[in-house]
């Protein structure tokens, strides 16, 4: 069995869903299962469409029509207009605007999931009827019934048990599948979703729970790259990289796949391919438990705009014993991810991306019982597979904040 991950870049428009459509034909397999994003930014534009709403209550119909408009357009590209099509998405619009309207209830990130999941909901029945005018018949999953998770909305964790039993009960032995990334249920029935950018963990989960024999991510580049080519001049395409070095990069910034997508799939050995939708015959990288990287040169992960907080106790207590804990539990309720830590006998420094309305308020509860400094638009760079030349290069004429480093990873603060 093989999995596919479609993300939104590669969605986007009527053009882009034939191409889809070109490259399942030209890999199929006998038993295939496809999950695909939001086309284009729309989870962007659901978003939108709620935050207000739920502060205001008022909602701005422009903003449904946004959302309304741009999946019509692509529907005019690829069907007649009397095609089933059309109906059906009208038919999951009006479920939309009713959820819209009367499914607010106590919880926003309860609120958020039933809401922006139609994202997923509108592109994989759109494709779904695409695949079957193009000769490929496939069967359309609700990923509410088939991933199941606890009720942590927005940031939902999985019960593998559930997911499994739902699964064998879904996937049959043959044909092609399709479902949603990024979206799930809970036990209850409500919706839930795995987090910004989840889809490709969506894909790991399946590929994970359906012993998949490889999974593969298709991207708008054509593979892993050592660093972002619109950062840094030298820029090596990775040919190869193992499930460790993937994870690592993944948890410090590199963006081309989710960090949780590796885990489940380093556990059963399921090569992972990251490939070019613009470019499909050419090779990609592939991410394996194979421990070569290929080619071996340093990679780069850039974080701008960050925010560091420097917290002392004020009892001259160390900081290790209990507060250390204590901080990462308020860090965690808030939700924010600390990027870098450093620690002296009685402060610690937290480095974290900024966000305007986490880091006030993860800044007034710490105030209640430390004494809190801050400095802001800083830049961390992480080096994998560091040398010196490179820590130089890097530092120039900057201000150096605070400089980590153990065997492998340098990470640099700088102002
Ligand atoms: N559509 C969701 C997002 O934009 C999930 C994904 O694309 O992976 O975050
Ligand atoms: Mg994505």
């Not at 009720?151 to 009960?169: G, I």
């Not at 002392?312 to 309720?333: G, P, Y």
């Not at 120039?396 to 153990?406: A, F, K, Q, S, Y």
Request: a negative charge; one cysteine or more.
């Amino acid at each position: 069995m093989r999995i596919f991950k479609f993300g939104g870049a590669s969605v986007k428009d009527g053009a882009s869903v034939k191409n889809v459509s070109q490259i399942i034909r030209s890999y199929k397999e006998d038993k295939m299962l496809i999950v695909v994003s939001a086309m284009g930014k729309m989870t962007n534009a659901f978003e939108n469409l709620i935050e207000s709403y739920w502060l205001t209550d008022i909602l701005e119909e422009k903003k449904l029509t946004v959302i309304y408009s741009f999946h019509h357009k692509i529907l005019t590209e690829l069907f007649p207009l009397n095609h089933i099509a059309f109906t059906d998405f009208e038919k999951n619009f009006e479920l939309l605007r009713s959820a819209v309207f009367k499914g607010k209830g106590d919880s926003y990130p309860a609120y958020y999931d039933q809401i922006v999941s139609f994202g997923e909901l509108f592109s994989t029945r759109l494709i779904h009827y695409y695949l079957e005018e193009d000769g490929l018949f496939n069967t359309w999953l609700d990923a509410r019934k088939l991933i199941i998770t606890n009720s942590n909305f927005q940031n939902a964790d999985v019960d593998w048990d559930k997911t499994t039993e739902r699964v064998h009960e879904f996937v049959g032995e043959h044909g092609i599948y399709l479902t949603q990334g990024f979206v799930a249920g809970d036990v209850l029935g409500n919706t839930t979703t795995l987090g910004r950018e989840g889809s490709d963990y969506s894909a790991a989960i399946l590929a994970y729970v359906c012993d998949a024999k490889r999974m593969t991510i298709w991207k708008d580049v054509d593979g892993f790259y050592s660093a972002d080519p619109n950062q840094f001049d030298q820029v090596s395409k990775f040919e190869k990289l193992s499930f460790h070095e993937a994870i690592e990069l993944a948890y410090y910034g590199a963006t081309v796949v989710h960090p949780k997508t590796i885990q489940p799939l380093r556990q059963k050995g399921i090569p992972l391919w990251v490939k070019s939708f613009v470019e499909p015959e050419k090779m990609g990288t592939i991410i394996s438990s194979d421990e070569d990287i290929v080619p071996e040169v340093p990679a780069f992960i850039v974080k701008k705009n960050q925010f560091l907080i420097s917290i002392s106790t004020r009892d001259f207590s160390f900081i290790v014993e209990k507060n250390l804990s204590k901080i990462f539990n308020i860090c965690a309720e808030i939700g924010v991810k600390v990027n870098l830590m450093q620690n002296t006998a009685v402060s610690c420094s937290l480095v974290l991306s900024h966000d305007t309305v986490k880091i006030p308020q993860l800044m007034e509860v710490l105030r209640q019982d430390y004494d809190v400094k801050y400095n802001e638009g800083l830049d961390l760079y992480t080096v994998r597979h560091y040398t010196e030349e490179i820590i130089q290069e890097i530092k120039g004429n900057h201000r150096m904040v605070i400089e980590e480093r153990n065997q492998r990873t340098v990470q640099l603060l700088l102002k």
